[in-house]
């Protein structure tokens, strides 16, 4: 993963004046709430876990804010940064260890989070048959497909593991040589013996009768600095009010998923999910609620920040720690809390 980060900044680099001025057109302008200022969010995948950005959409909170919201799906981190480093994005939502990466490699222009949206792992266990009472011991000696190394969900993954004792090397089987998204339907093909899914892939693989969700990933890790929104420093410098007026939408958002039925929530992202039915999405926004996967208000704390480069430290991923006011600025989230 951090290969990768590299090799993206390099190219990064090369580019440089040009990559400098990149969106940066029009957004200048006051992000006053008489403007409507573009911003490009390039998230790193379209998913019911993030239930709250799409709640300030469908809701039109952005637009209340003044804000001409266009969101792209990056469909990777290494992908979704790129993009914001390049320009090709305002504003970019990833797992925040991205941005240690990246700092990490020399980026000129490093990326700052500005607001968390979750605080728990998305993702679940999914075993091929019913396990009443499961522990996570029973994971030795099978075969388990995980995710990318150097990426959150396979090491969250690790981190429970080695929580219970169970050295992720040697007591069991991790197959990391799936491309992310296709995990469920190699599993429904008869690989592996657990899977570690995301939504709607652990739902379905239920629907199907093809796995089963033994344990979620957010529960037995505890409270993760899972996703985050970031943008470059020089961006929140240039343009304070606009990074100020997306936080308070979403921050409505977030404001709405706590006060919300799972039903009224589900009907409401609905239309961002056009080929998933009502009752899955209820569903799954039933299972990300009831394990408090959403925080009641945006700021990125320091503890969060520590626990990360923790589990980083853990993964063998960061050799030397990176300074949490360098890559952490909680002023916009904590106006837009106090302003509710």
């Known amino acids: 993963m951090k290969k990768l980060f590299c090799l993206f900044l390099t190219i990064i680099m090369i580019m440089g004046s040009v990559c400098g001025c990149g969106m940066q ?25 993030y239930a709250p950005m799409y709640v ?14 266009t969101l792209i799906t990056g469909f990777g981190a290494d992908k979704t940064m790129t993009a914001l480093l390049t320009g090709e994005a305002d504003i970019g939502f990833m797992g925040s260890e991205s941005t240690i990466y990246t700092y990490k490699e020399g980026a000129s222009d490093p990326a700052v989070n500005f607001a968390q949206l979750t605080q728990r792992a998305g993702n679940f266990l999914v075993s091929r048959e019913p396990v009443d009472n499961f522990s996570w011991d029973m994971l030795i000696g099978k075969n388990v497909l995980g995710g990318r190394a150097g990426g959150m969900p396979e090491m969250v993954f690790e981190y429970i593991l080695k929580k219970n004792g169970i050295d992720p090397a040697t007591d069991l089987s991790i197959d990391q040589s799936i491309d992310f998204g296709s995990t469920a339907a190699a599993f429904s093909g008869g690989q592996a013996d657990f899977t570690v899914e995301f939504e709607p892939h652990a739902t379905s693989l239920e629907a199907k009768g093809d796995g089963y969700v033994v344990a979620s990933l957010g529960k037995d890790s505890g409270y993760v600095p899972y996703t985050a929104f970031s943008a470059r420093k020089s961006y929140l410098e240039q343009n304070p009010e606009v990074i100020q007026s997306f936080t308070n939408a979403l921050q409505k958002g977030m404001d709405y998923v706590q006060s919300h039925t799972a039903e009224e929530i589900a009907k409401v992202i609905a239309p961002q999910f056009e080929e998933t039915d009502l009752d899955t999405i209820t569903t799954i926004v039933e299972r990300y609620a009831s394990q408090d996967t959403w925080k009641e208000d945006l700021i990125f704390e320091e503890d969060s920040f520590t626990l990360l480069q923790n589990i980083l430290e853990e993964s063998g991923e960061l050799e030397e720690r990176v300074p949490y006011a360098d890559l952490v600025d909680t002023s916009y989230a904590q106006k837009a809390a106090s302003g509710r």
Request: hydrophobic residues 35%; glycine residues 16%; aromatic residues 8%.
């Open 56 to 69: 300030a959409i469908e809701e039109g909170y952005f637009a209340e804010e003044g804000i001409d919201l």
């Open 25 to 49: 057109s029009g957004k200048n302008d006051e992000g006053g709430k008489g403007d409507s200022v573009p911003v490009v969010l390039n998230e790193v995948a379209h998913s019911i876990f």
